[in-house]
């Protein structure tokens, strides 16, 4: 039975490109190197920020990570002091996140971002909507590691396998399957269907509101994610 959905931040439940984007080219100019597309950061994206900062710089023009604690210290600065700078939930996501509670589901958040500006973003954007938020800190191991879907578990007192982990990366497939949950890829998010099914997911669901038919569908089954 399914008791529990877990969400990623970034691509899954807000749009976060702009906000990505503002912060780290701002840093990027502070050097002198060139700014980036906000495209791009899709794919800089998904693994932390620290990952996210390596790759701006080395395309950049800091391909020897000169900047590197600098950046990365500025990059925590800047999102600690203003996490939601053009940051917006994707459309259908707070009516699809009232609809789960409605059916007495735990939600939860799981994310990359430091968990001081992951709880911000999530607080501004959905009130009380969700139950949980665990974002990056030196406790939890960063995604695709397990640990923080499997300790949302485990607060929640739900096994693994009732829960339902969605994401919009390789990463995210890769976490959701090392907790042991039913993994989603959120297509609206900032990867494709090609990298999500590739990674392992169990289903790839094009709007958030097919994440309550895939629910409705699964919601009594005994589920393994392995």
Same mark, same amino acid.
């Given at each position: 039975?399914?008791?529990a959905f877990?969400?990623?931040?970034d691509g899954?439940l807000a749009?976060t490109?702009?906000?990505?984007a503002?912060?780290a080219?701002?840093i990027?100019?502070r050097?002198g190197?060139s700014?980036l597309?906000? $495209?791009?950061?899709r794919?800089y994206s998904g693994?932390g920020a620290?990952?996210?900062i390596?790759r701006?710089?080395k395309?950049a023009?800091d391909p020897?990570?000169i900047?590197?604690?600098e950046?990365r210290?500025l990059?925590?600065?800047k999102f $600690?002091e203003d996490?939601?700078?053009?940051?917006t939930p994707?459309? &259908?996501?707070?009516?699809?996140?009232?609809?789960?509670?409605?059916r /007495?589901?735990n939600?939860?958040?799981?994310?990359?971002?430091?968990?001081?500006a992951?709880?911000?973003?999530i607080?501004?954007l959905? &009130?009380? =909507?969700?139950?949980?938020?665990i &974002?990056?800190s030196?406790?939890?191991?960063r995604?695709?590691?397990?640990?923080?879907?499997l300790k949302a578990?485990?607060?929640?007192?739900v096994?693994? =396998? !009732?829960?339902?982990?969605?994401?919009?990366?390789k990463? $995210?497939?890769?976490t959701?399957?090392?907790?042991g949950m039913?993994?989603?890829?959120?297509?609206? &998010?900032?990867?494709d269907?090609?990298e999500?099914?590739?990674s392992g997911a169990d289903k790839v669901? =094009?709007?958030? !509101?097919?994440?309550?038919?895939?629910?409705e569908e699964?919601? $009594?089954?005994k589920?393994? /994610?392995?």
């Amino acid at each position: 039975m399914i008791r529990a959905f877990i969400f990623d931040l970034d691509g899954t439940l807000a749009d976060t490109l702009e906000s990505m984007a503002y912060v780290a080219n701002g840093i990027m100019k502070r050097f002198g190197l060139s700014e980036l597309p906000v $495209d791009n950061f899709r794919y800089y994206s998904g693994e932390g920020a620290e990952m996210l900062i390596r790759r701006c710089l080395k395309d950049a023009g800091d391909p020897k990570l000169i900047h590197f604690e600098e950046a990365r210290r500025l990059y925590r600065e800047k999102f $600690d002091e203003d996490p939601l700078y053009k940051v917006t939930p994707y459309d &259908g996501i707070p009516e699809t996140l009232k609809e789960m509670k409605k059916r /007495g589901l735990n939600l939860a958040v799981c994310s990359n971002k430091p968990h001081e500006a992951a709880v911000k973003v999530i607080h501004k954007l959905f &009130g009380d =909507e969700l139950d949980l938020v665990i &974002g990056q800190s030196d406790r939890i191991r960063r995604k695709p590691a397990p640990d923080a879907p499997l300790k949302a578990a485990e607060i929640f007192g739900v096994l693994p =396998e !009732e829960c339902m982990y969605v994401g919009d990366t390789k990463t $995210d497939m890769e976490t959701g399957k090392a907790a042991g949950m039913y993994t989603i890829g959120a297509l609206w &998010g900032f990867r494709d269907r090609q990298e999500l099914e590739s990674s392992g997911a169990d289903k790839v669901a =094009e709007t958030p !509101e097919e994440l309550l038919k895939i629910y409705e569908e699964h919601k $009594d089954d005994k589920i393994s /994610g392995k």
